[in-house]
């Protein structure tokens, strides 16, 4: 037995896949922000009483991002070069939004007081300048253990070349207080490019303690609960990392929730044979989108915590996702000029939306929903939570109808509409502006309120096809179960091209392959298989940003003809992000990656009962009034997916339920059942 479980802003949602009979057991419960690990386990109890037959737990969580944006981490203190003391503060002094009066720069997670100083210097040949000053090292420790920080951050000038002063830095402060977190910034990122090193590093150390504890009290407890297998943790390059990796290297985490939507995503592509996709997540708190081409996501070596603009910017392998604070829990409000704003405020899992019962009383998207009859309140989460209706409707009469003066369908169908030009906007995040036309994707929708307005991001976005996986609301923890363990490892290296020899390009990869493999087997998980995938950052020179360039397993070892290889991807690569290239310019080797994966087995998902176009009666429901964008108030067929057979057709307007999910087909529009079960709907009309 197999268990993920994934925390949410408003649900904790488990998915158990037992290998022997193929079985997928799926709970939901709603997240215990006070205690994290409570919901998981629950959660865990739920699908498996007996936890004793389960052989991993694989665990994805916002642990990491929400401590950040809610800066409730460790007293934090950063050691540096002395000299650079400055570069977090001063950061990389970027102005996008130039004639914005409110713009503020980012604020440090570690105020400029601090931020400590050590007489130590390395040159960017990794050659030693100035000795580590080991006495001062350790009156420094002592200095912090006495100041009350609970967690260091190291930071020395290129020591992404020589890592033996941050080193030694550690083993000084450990001794110190055992009790210290430490984070280095070597073992985080091994790359040029002080401040963002320095952002990550600090941001590691912040969360570290906290997280670490966190993971710590969820083991103790599994066991405690009779678990004896492996805890691994969902990463945001999409792969799984064992349980001390993910204690000493907790940015990793920063977005391994959603991450597991995307792996089930590109599980999918690869299972129905489709090139291009969209991943449309929408939870309770969130929207998120992600892009898949040819069966790989799109990934970014920079992620900022809080947005370009204004963000804290963090160097690690992250699934290129675009996130918007549009969630079926997220707050409508009326600004000063009486304009109607949907979120990124969200009612939370405490108290949630008003008709939930549980003690809110502002209008959410979930609410609107459930006015406008898109949601049965009687068969919530399958029954078992019951809404209340009237609630609903009475957060938006006295928040948003009265002030407007507009009756409650059309405050309702506002608030829709608002909140579907923000997530249209995270899906433009991830096509658009990356040089691509959404209308050459099909759209997968799901979380919890992906399947609801899913027609209608589509519509915006003018895509024609959109696909509802089996158990949406839980896809995010299926598709956990389909990652695999993946380490992601990168080394600077400054070389121009031509000049570089086949033969050494080689042997550093070499080198990069044997501790990737070593880290894998040092995690103690049983993989099928282990495969390497190369990439190069490359630039033209004079250029100061580099573009990450997919590689071979190997090149010609004839330098021309290697080069010349090697040229030729960049060049593509370059092309097919900014529309140009110049094959005549001479290019560097900036940087090299690998990723190391070791294969896990999959859950294999069967094929459903075939039956005809007509749905079986099984499956009906009656009907029941709901409005629609364009048509208002409009009886609409109402079905069960658990009914639903392989090859049946559903006209719209009609709206299709399930335990964890509600998917609305609109008028105009039309459902078919796949032989997996999956909902592909074909969207007929247009905005």
């Known amino acids: ?352 939306p008003a008709c939930y019962g549980r003690g809110g009383l502002e209008p959410t998207i979930t609410d609107a929903n459930v006015a406008l009859g898109r949601l049965d309140p009687k068969r919530f989460l399958g029954g078992e939570m019951v809404l209340d209706p009237e609630a609903a409707r009475a957060a938006l009469r006295h928040r948003v109808v009265e002030p407007l003066g507009v009756d409650l369908e059309r405050a309702a169908s506002g608030m829709l509409e608002v909140a579907t030009a923000q997530m249209a906007n995270a899906v433009r995040g991830v096509t658009l502006q990356r040089g691509l036309d959404p209308r050459d994707f099909t759209l997968f929708a799901f979380g919890g309120g992906g399947p609801l307005h899913a027609a209608a991001v589509a519509k915006e976005l003018s895509i024609s096809t959109v696909v509802v996986p089996v158990s949406p609301g839980h896809f995010s923890a299926v598709g956990m179960l389909m990652a695999d363990l993946r380490r992601d490892l990168a080394q600077t290296l400054f070389r121009r091209l031509a000049s570089l020899p086949m033969a050494e390009l080689e042997q550093e990869f070499s080198r990069l392959e044997h501790e990737g493999r070593g880290a894998l087997e040092r995690s103690g998980i049983a993989t099928d298989r282990v ?47 900014y529309s140009h290239s110049a094959e005549e310019q001479p290019a560097d080797v900036v940087t090299l990656r690998l990723s190391a994966i070791g294969r896990l087995a999959k859950p294999v998902l069967a094929e459903i009962e075939r039956g005809s176009a007509t749905p079986p009666a099984s499956s009906e429901r009656g009907e029941r009034s709901v409005v629609f964008p364009l048509s208002g108030a409009t009886p609409a067929r109402v079905l069960a997916r658990e009914a639903l057979l392989a090859g049946n057709l559903v006209e719209g307007p009609a709206v299709i339920e399930e335990t964890a999910s509600t998917t609305v087909v609109e008028p105009g529009d039309s459902l078919e059942v796949d032989r997996y079960g999956h909902l592909v709907i074909h969207l007929g009309a247009r905005r």
């Open 531 to 577: 495969v390497f995938e190369r990439a190069a950052d490359m630039r033209y020179v004079g250029q100061e940003h580099s573009v990450t360039v997919r590689l071979p397993a190997s090149f010609d070892p004839d330098d021309d003809v290697g080069r010349k290889e090697l040229k030729h991807l960049f060049d593509e690569a370059h092309e097919q992000r």
């Open 1 to 352: 037995m197999r268990v993920a479980a994934d925390i949410g802003g408003t649900f904790t949602d488990v998915a158990a896949y037992d290998e022997t009979t193929g079985e997928i057991l799926l709970s939901k419960t709603l997240s215990t922000p006070r205690a994290l690990e409570q919901g998981v386990r629950e959660g865990i109890t739920r699908t498996t009483p007996d936890l004793t037959g389960i052989d991993s737990v694989i665990h994805g969580s916002t642990l990491v991002i929400n401590a950040i944006i809610e800066r409730q981490g460790a007293r934090t203190a950063l050691v540096t070069t002395k000299g650079f003391r400055d570069v977090y503060e001063i950061g990389r002094i970027n102005r996008p939004d130039s004639f914005n009066p409110r713009f503020r720069k980012h604020r440090p997670l570690v105020p400029r007081e601090m931020v400590y100083e050590l007489d130590e210097r390395v040159l960017a040949d990794g050659t030693v300048r100035a000795p580590f000053d080991e006495a001062e090292a350790r009156r420094l420790a002592s200095l912090l253990v006495e100041e009350g920080v609970e967690a260091v951050a190291v930071v020395f000038l290129h020591a992404y070349r020589y890592p033996d002063h941050e080193t030694r830095m550690a083993e000084i402060l450990r001794e110190a207080s055992p009790d210290l977190y430490v984070s280095v910034s070597h073992e985080l990122s091994r790359e040029y490019r002080e401040y963002e090193r320095t952002s990550t590093t600090a941001a590691n150390a912040y969360v570290g303690r906290r997280v670490s504890d966190y993971l710590a009290s969820l083991q103790s407890g599994l066991r405690g609960d009779g678990f004896g297998g492996s805890l691994l943790i969902m990463q945001s390059n999409g792969g799984l990392t064992d349980l001390q990796n993910a204690r000493r290297q907790c940015v990793q985490m920063m977005e391994s929730g959603p991450a597991g939507g995307v792996v089930g995503t590109m599980a999918l592509c690869e299972l129905l044979d489709i090139d291009s996709a969209v991943s449309f997540d929408m939870g309770g708190t969130t929207a998120k989108s992600c892009v898949i081409r040819r069966g790989e996501p799109s990934f970014s070596p920079d992620y900022f915590v809080g947005g370009y603009n204004e963000g804290l910017v963090m160097r690690i392998p992250v699934l290129e996702i675009v996130e918007v604070g549009t969630g079926g829990g997220s707050i409508a409000w009326l600004d000063d000029g009486g304009g109607l704003h949907v979120g990124p405020r969200s009612s939370g899992a405490e108290p949630g």
